[in-house]
Structures are given as C-alpha cells and as structure tokens.
C-alpha cells in the first residue's frame, strides 16, 4: 500500500512538473512572438534623418554634387515624432543653414499624416524608413 502510494505521489509530482514545463515553454514563446520584429517597429515615433545618398535622383546629381564638395551621407533633413508632435529641420548641404519648422502627426497602419503651418502631407512608414513625397520630390528618411 505505502509502495503504491510513493508511485502514485511521483506519478502526480511528475505529471505536475511536466504541466509546469509546458507552461514555461508556451510563456516564452508568447514573449518572442509578441516581442519579434520590435527593431522594426512600423511605428514613427522616434529620430529621423535623411542624407542625399537615400534620396531619389541622387545617381544622376552625384557627380556635380561632389564636384561641389558635397558628399551623398550629408544629412539633409532631421525629423523627430514624438507624442502627436513633430519637428522637420531642413539641412542646406551647402552651407549647413537650418530651417525648423514644427506641427502634428497622426498614424494610421503605415500611414502618416502630418500638419504643419496648416499644410498636411502624407508619408509611409516601412520598417526603417519613411517616405513622403513622390517621384523627384520624394524625401527618404531613415530611422536613427
């Protein structure tokens, strides 16, 4: 009866520790599923910046640009979307003048609408990097 009793008292220890380890497996797999991929978050919030090498035409203004000493990772534009608020420095790559201009930003799935000085654009989040604009007038940040 006592030998009966120890089997059955190990069988439901480990049966128990068996529940336990299922557990702990699904628990971490919960974690890294829902924490996978936060490195490319589509999220905006956050520091941007785009250098004249990102940018769309940069093969073809390449070579006069370098014959004027500017250099394709120049940075351009500098973005910060922070709280529903956002500030856009442009960057002059020939003379580092700056011109700050700030307002609102909304974000719907990869979609951002931003409002500045009554004026509202839109600009795509993927991943790493943010594009507003078409065509020649495109402006490609990345994410800092």
């Known amino acids: 009866m006592i030998g009966q009793f120890i089997v059955k008292k190990e069988f439901l220890m480990k049966k128990k520790l068996g529940l336990l380890a299922i557990f702990l497996v699904l628990l971490t797999l919960t974690f ?7 490195e490319d978050k589509a999220g905006v919030e956050g520091k941007w910046t785009a250098k004249l090498q990102d940018q769309p035409g940069w093969a073809e ?9 500017i250099k394709g990772d120049t940075v351009v534009m500098e973005a910060e ?3 529903g608020k956002v500030t856009m ?5 020939i003379t580092g003048a700056k011109e700050t201009a700030t307002g609102t930003y909304t974000q719907s799935g990869s979609t951002v609408t931003i409002t500045i000085d009554g004026e509202t654009s839109t600009a795509t989040v993927n991943g790493n990097t943010l594009t507003g604009g078409e065509g020649e007038n495109a402006v490609v940040l990345k994410r800092k």
């Open 32 to 38: 890294a599923v829902s924490s996978c991929g936060d």
């Open 61 to 69: 203004m390449k070579g006069m640009a370098e014959a004027m000493g």
């Open 81 to 83: 979307f922070k709280g």
């Open 89 to 93: 420095t442009q960057i002059d790559p």
